[in-house]
T-cell receptor, first 116, second 116 residues
């Protein structure tokens, strides 16, 4: 399967702990996006990368959140000192090299985070 | 600021009937893309249909069609001949242009229930 993959699929953690999620985009997709989806809502944009450069961060991305894409391939999203409000589905998506308006963003299956 | 509004939290439709899911959007951009995604209970985001702001004809993909009314800034999804497997969350979304990194803004979604 050559789609977007995310690991882990589920993560349960205690408040105050750090967690890290990984996203492997479709190979050769140079744009990678992170979204957060809370229960009953649509996904909200968090940040995106073009190759290894992080070009935009939403104000939703507090100082406790950090994302990297060191080699322009996979990306990691780390949440430090997790809070119960961080409980959500974290979705990763990637877009083809020559992104235009009508390029589909290919979404991964998501990582569901539960903070106890 | 770009915004997507879906005013129907839930919709019921009889199997084999057609259903329209409403979506309105707000943008000051002249060039934009509109998408509909389906999200079943398993969580993955499934691309359904795309409409470009300059497209003069309404987009169609199998049983899905998009009723695009640019002046009213609406992009309603029509599903014909509903099937039980169509029961899911449906999200309307708008793709920002290159200046916005081609990120996607989502509505809050409509949950569709197909009755046998």
């Amino acid at each position: 399967d050559t789609g977007v993959s995310q690991n882990p699929r589920h993560k349960i953690t205690k408040r105050g702990q750090n967690v890290t999620f990984r996203c492997d985009p479709i190979s050769e997709h140079n744009r990678l996006y992170w979204y957060r989806q809370t229960l009953g809502q649509g996904p909200e944009f968090l940040t995106y990368f073009q190759n290894e450069a992080q070009l935009e961060k939403s104000r939703l991305l507090s100082d406790r959140f950090s994302a990297e894409r060191p080699k322009g391939s996979f990306s990691t999203l780390e949440i430090q000192r997790t809070e119960q409000g961080d409980s959500a589905m974290y979705l990763c998506a990637s877009s083809p090299l020559h992104t235009t308006l009508n390029n589909e963003q290919f979404f991964g299956p998501g990582t569901r985070l539960t903070v106890l | 600021a770009q915004k997507i509004t879906q005013t129907q939290p839930g919709m019921f439709v009889q199997e084999k009937e057609a259903v329209t899911l409403d979506c309105t959007y707000d943008t000051s951009d002249q060039s934009y893309g509109l998408f509909w995604y389906k999200q079943p209970s398993s969580g993955e985001m499934i691309f359904l249909i795309y409409q470009g702001s300059y497209d003069e004809q309404n987009a169609t993909e199998g049983r899905y069609s998009l009723n695009f009314q640019k002046a009213r800034k609406s992009a309603n999804l029509v599903i014909s001949a509903s099937q039980l497997g169509d029961s899911a969350m449906y999200f309307c979304a708008m793709r920002e242009g290159e200046a916005g990194g081609f990120k996607t803004i989502f509505g809050a979604g409509t949950r569709l229930f197909v009755k046998a």
